[in-house]
């Protein structure tokens, strides 16, 4: 039995690791991971790798290593064609930076296969935000917008000390969920230490973020009470937070609103929702919903197949809200992590075959963090019975067990541990923030 997982992100591969700890240590299945990428770094951290407070280089887990020791394989590859019929994966030909060739163009078959290729960031056809926007979809995104920030600080440092007492930083942040608004406070955080490190004419008024949403309110999926608290600590750090502001198109460093006015930026981040990848529209017949999710049953299988399941961002799985209404699973981590949870205990029950269990999602409530200057957010079930508005360092403890429990899930207790401990001692060793 070969099981192949396209996708070692959030959810992938906390099930790589599960199968291969149970399956593939046993010789029971063939347990292949693939992925675009060498490593993985959770994405709910790609804000930190952006503005440098977390260096990407060295929290990143190699698929290499950890599959081999936890009993899969791992394959470099981006699935770009399915043939169901004859049970094959179609991968794209792997190049270089300088277009060389790697890897032809290549063929990978499967008797079970889970997609788990998580979504990208949804410009909902606005002209000129691919062009001119910055997406956080992945690491080399993140990186991207850092080299450039790290570059502009550097080049402001130099005019204000020339002088120019009138230059400024300019980050525009479309979306005000929970990336654009964790990006805004890390970012006068990263100022902060940027000032430390030498890049000392810099003060908190020469950085102007402007975070711009289109709704009436930041973070629509917390309470409004949480919602008005973070836009305090928020306008407190000095951000300019624009609810109601509709962006119409991107231009060269610049945004241009539905009302006409022009928002001038050095920097602009797109952060106003996502959608999973279009070429699932048409992966062999598989159907898929507005949001190009493949659509999939209870248990978690693709609508109409027995041999291959969607989980995370990319599956789109029904559930009823609140007030029993139809919605969709939400594109979070704790999604993810619920779903490679139920989709590794059903695939072991296939194996059994014993009947496979239907996925219910349980919303743990969400945590927003405000770089280290608190955190706000909303906790679910459990000690919270109900619901339960957290602020402050609560909420902060609160929201950094989240990768804990990622890093549990992937690497179990001792190591998990080792390294809590590491990242403090690396809070004193090493620089606070990645500088290059
Ligand atoms: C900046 C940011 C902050 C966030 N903060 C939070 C938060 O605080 N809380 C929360 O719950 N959620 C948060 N999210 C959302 C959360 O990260 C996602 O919901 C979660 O990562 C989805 O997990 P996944 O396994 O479906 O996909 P991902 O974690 O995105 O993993 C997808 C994997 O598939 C690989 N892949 C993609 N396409 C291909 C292909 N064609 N071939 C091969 N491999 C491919 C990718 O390289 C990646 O490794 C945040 C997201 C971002 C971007």
Redesign the pocket.
């Known amino acids: 039995m070969k099981i192949v997982i396209?996708?070692?992100?959030?959810?992938?591969l906390e099930l790589a690791t599960k199968l291969g700890n149970t399956l593939g240590r046993k010789s029971k299945a063939d347990v292949l991971l693939?992925?675009?990428?060498h490593s993985?770094i959770w994405?709910?951290l790609?804000?930190e790798v952006a503005s440098g407070s977390l260096n990407a280089d060295v929290d990143a887990v190699s698929y290499r290593a950890h599959a081999h020791k936890n009993h899969f394989r791992f394959k470099l590859?981006?699935?770009c064609g399915l043939d169901r019929a004859q049970k094959t994966l179609q991968l794209e030909a792997l190049h270089d930076e300088e277009g060389e060739e790697i890897l032809p163009a290549r063929e990978e078959s499967y008797d079970l296969l889970v997609m788990?290729?998580?979504?990208v960031s949804n410009d909902f056809g606005v002209a000129g935000i691919a062009d001119h926007c910055i997406f956080?979809?992945?690491p080399d995104q993140a990186r991207h917008f850092h080299r450039h920030l790290v570059n502009r600080f550097i080049r402001l440092n130099r005019d204000l000390r020339e002088g120019d007492h009138e230059r400024r930083l300019k980050v525009a942040i479309v979306g005000a969920g929970?990336?654009g608004v964790?990006l805004s406070a890390e970012l006068f955080k990263a100022r902060e230490w940027f000032a430390t490190y030498g890049l000392n004419n810099i003060r908190s008024e020469h950085l102007q973020v402007s975070l711009i949403e289109a709704g009436p309110r930041i973070l629509p999926a917390l309470a409004e009470r949480i919602s008005d608290a973070a836009r305090d600590e928020l306008s407190k750090l000095g951000v300019n937070v624009r609810t109601e502001t509709i962006v119409q198109r991107a231009e060269h460093q610049q945004l241009v609103t539905k009302d006409g006015e022009n928002i001038d930026a050095d920097l602009m981040v797109w952060a106003a929702g996502v959608k999973a990848?279009e070429f699932l529209t048409q992966l062999d017949g598989l159907e898929t919903n507005r949001a190009n999710q493949l659509l999939v049953s209870p248990t978690l299988q693709v609508k109409d197949t027995e041999d291959i399941f969607a989980l995370?961002?990319?599956a789109g799985c029904p559930m009823k809200g609140p007030n029993g209404e139809d919605r969709w699973v939400p594109?979070?981590?704790?999604s993810?992590h619920q779903m490679a949870s139920l989709v590794g205990d059903n695939i072991l029950r296939l194996l059994d075959d014993k009947p496979l269990q239907p996925f219910v999602y349980k919303d743990r409530g969400s945590?927003i963090s405000l770089s280290h200057y608190t955190a706000v957010g909303k906790l679910m079930g459990g000690l919270a019975r109900g619901s339960l508005n957290v602020e402050g360092r609560i909420a902060r403890m609160a929201y950094v067990s989240l990768y804990r429990m990622h890093q549990l899930a992937l690497h179990g207790w001792t190591r998990t541990v080792l390294m809590t401990l590491t990242d403090k001692i690396n809070l004193i060793i090493r620089p606070r923030l990645k500088l290059h």
């Open positions: 396209v996708g070692g992100g959030a959810g992938g693939l992925d675009r990428n993985h994405k709910p790609l804000h590859g981006t699935l788990a290729i998580g979504s956080l979809d992945s929970a990336t964790e990848p995370g961002d990319c594109p979070r981590a704790q993810a945590l």
